[in-house]
């Protein structure tokens, strides 16, 4: 199977700060990556997402950052609020297949 | 617009046992997924339905696990008989297309504990 992983399990931040969540993807042949955000007792919420051909794409409060070169995926989070809270999972795919990384716990304290 | 419903929400049952999950996609979504979600782990892909046709089951443990959309709208999925290792999140999801940059809609999942 494929290795989607993150480099930090948990992440708490002060609410106001900016927030990265780091991702590192095993597939050479990804050519698409998406970020999802999964609040308790919910499904997955699809957040953003960039195809291999960019180094970064903007959405509304959210960055995400794709460095072919050492396989690593990050999303910025700017000015984290408490609504945040919540697991955040990169997805690669492989034509058109899913791979889900563990996922960071992102946590915003007051 | 309507999300995908998921029923039941809960679910507790004995090892050995059967166990059923229903799931509605959104209207029009072509493509249909069920992903098990372990405690602590990302999703992983069960099945992908493409309309009533099956285009992805490679990782769905065909010896206790099931699945069908007959009409190509609803599904069921179905484990039988049940481990204490199946004990997860089952989750539904669809999409317009079944391309990757197609996205896809999760439901909010059936937790099932095996004991």
């Known amino acids: 199977g494929e290795s989607v992983g993150l480099h930090l399990p948990t992440l708490s931040v002060q609410e106001g700060d900016n927030s990265i969540i780091n991702c590192a993807y095993s597939?050479?042949?990804?050519?698409?990556f998406i970020w999802y955000k999964q609040e308790s007792g919910k499904g997955p919420q699809f957040i953003i997402d960039?195809?291999?051909?960019?180094d970064k794409r903007q959405g509304q409060r959210v960055t995400v950052l794709l460095n072919k070169t050492v396989k690593h995926l990050s999303l910025q989070i700017a000015a984290t609020q408490p609504g945040d809270s919540a697991v955040y999972f990169c997805?690669?795919?492989?034509?058109?297949?899913?791979?889900f990384g563990t996922g960071t716990s992102l946590t915003v304290i007051p | 617009e309507a999300g995908v419903a998921q029923s039941p929400r809960y679910k507790i049952i004995e090892k050995r046992q059967s166990v059923a999950f229903w799931c509605n996609p959104i209207s029009g979504h072509a493509t249909l997924y069920w992903y098990q979600q372990i405690l602590g782990q990302g999703p992983k892909l069960l099945i992908q339905f493409q309309n009533n046709g099956v285009v992805d089951d490679s990782q769905l443990p065909k010896d206790r696990f099931s699945a069908e959309r007959l009409k190509g709208v609803d599904s069921t999925l179905k484990i039988q008989p049940a481990k204490l290792e199946d004990s997860a999140v089952y989750l539904c999801?669809?999409?317009?297309?079944?391309?990757?940059?197609?996205?896809?809609?999760f439901g909010p999942g059936t937790r099932l504990l095996v004991l």
């Open positions: 997805a690669e795919t492989p034509g058109n297949q899913f791979y």
């Open positions: 597939n050479s042949a990804s050519d698409y």
């Open positions: 960039i195809r291999s051909n960019m």
């Open positions: 999801a669809s999409s317009f297309t079944g391309r990757a940059s197609s996205a896809q809609y």
